[in-house]
């Protein structure tokens, strides 16, 4: 049988596994923090519209630089951060892991590093690894805030090219206060001209604000966004990043021409319409999160302080075991591999009642 290993792969990619988390069949799937509420019928409707105009044109290529869809997105930022950006500050692809493989086949490559702040999202490594750039992983504390002090000496030591800070990080849920990102920054500059890429993925279920403003003045600052979670959109696959206008036209050495296609514009332009709509959740979703929290550590868990859309629990001497018993009973949690802890994405009330019906039984069982 011919397997990968015997073919004439880069020698970086053998043995490696791919991104999967696992698509289970299951009544509650809490594993890929997504937002569990369907889109309304209105922007169905709004979709539907859009799309049909768009279709009527698909036999030319898309807007190739997608002016209409970054202008409503720059607008989006500037409405929600009260900073102003522009359409010469945004850019948009599919899905923020394209935004971060293009800054990585723009700033990274072979020869080059990125540096990220472990555990955090396993693709900052993967996509640095797809693109033959060197990976380097930085330390955490162990309540999962960043290491300041350890952070500066790793970016002293490897001067990478890239570092990637995930606000909120990533399984673990934890805020990166702008006070640390700014430092990390001083620290990447000093050491060798470096990109500084702010991942705020989950930035819209934080207590606190986007560091959106910190691009100012800062052209190797560069912040990345989503459309797949506070907006309910991930299968709509459209990620965006602000950033000094350079980086923007850095990005475009590498875009594949014609990347997004007519009808993912259409369909994203449609969704930022309803943005008020959308994102009505969003306050919903924080509350059940913060009663995750609460309810886990009255069960008897210990709990990392979340800013995002889903919970890191534990501590478990074998978190898969237990992930398997959760699944056992219906529910489908995250096993990160993280070593003592898993993952919960907050879902409908309903889900979430469920999933803690699921772990108070397990805290029972071993009582
Ligand atoms: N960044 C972080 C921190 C994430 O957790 C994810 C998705 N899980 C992404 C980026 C990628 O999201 P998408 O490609 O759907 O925009």
Not at 308 to 333: E, M, P, Y
């Amino acid at each position: 049988m011919t397997d990968i290993d015997d073919l004439p792969v880069r020698d970086e990619l053998r043995g490696k596994s791919p991104y999967g988390a696992p698509q289970l069949d299951v009544p509650v799937r809490l594993n890929t923090n997504e937002n569990p509420y369907p889109l309304p019928e209105p922007l169905v409707e709004r979709i539907t519209e859009r799309v049909r105009e768009a279709a009527r044109n698909l036999n030319r290529y898309p807007d190739r630089d997608a002016v209409e869809l970054r202008t409503q997105l720059a607008k989006y930022l500037t409405d929600t951060s009260g900073h102003e950006v522009g359409l010469a500050n945004v850019w948009a692809a599919n899905g923020s892991n394209e935004v971060i493989q293009q800054l990585l086949q723009t700033f990274g490559g072979p020869g080059r590093t990125a540096i990220g702040f472990e555990p955090s999202y396993s693709m900052h490594g993967l996509i640095s690894r797809g693109t033959g750039t060197g990976w380097i992983s930085g330390p955490r504390n162990e309540d999962f805030t960043i290491d300041l002090a350890a952070a500066e000496k790793a970016i002293a030591e490897n001067r990478p090219d890239v570092v990637f800070v995930t606000t909120p990080n990533n399984p673990t849920g934890t805020a990166v206060p702008a006070e640390t990102v700014l430092a990390l920054y001083e620290a990447a500059q000093a050491a060798k001209p470096s990109l500084v890429v702010v991942d705020e993925a989950y930035i819209e279920f934080s207590h606190g604000a986007s560091l959106l403003p910190l691009i100012e003045g800062r052209p190797n600052l560069v912040v990345s966004r989503t459309m797949s979670k506070a907006f309910g959109a991930a299968g709509l696959r459209l990620g965006y990043l602000a950033a000094h206008p350079a980086v923007v036209d850095a990005v475009q050495l590498v875009r594949l021409p014609y990347h997004l296609s007519a009808i993912t514009q259409a369909t994203a332009l449609a969704a930022l319409e309803h943005t008020d709509t959308l994102l009505k959740y969003v306050e919903q979703l924080k509350a059940e999160r913060d009663r995750l929290v609460a309810e886990l550590l009255a069960a008897g868990y210990e709990v990392t302080a979340s800013d995002a859309n889903f919970v890191q629990f534990g501590r478990f001497d074998d978190s898969h075991t237990v992930w398997q018993k959760i699944l056992d009973r219906g529910v489908l949690v995250r096993d990160n591999g993280v070593p003592g802890w898993l993952r919960v994405t907050a879902g409908t009330p309903e889900e979430n009642d469920a999933f803690l019906d699921a772990v108070r039984e397990l805290k029972k069982e071993q009582s």
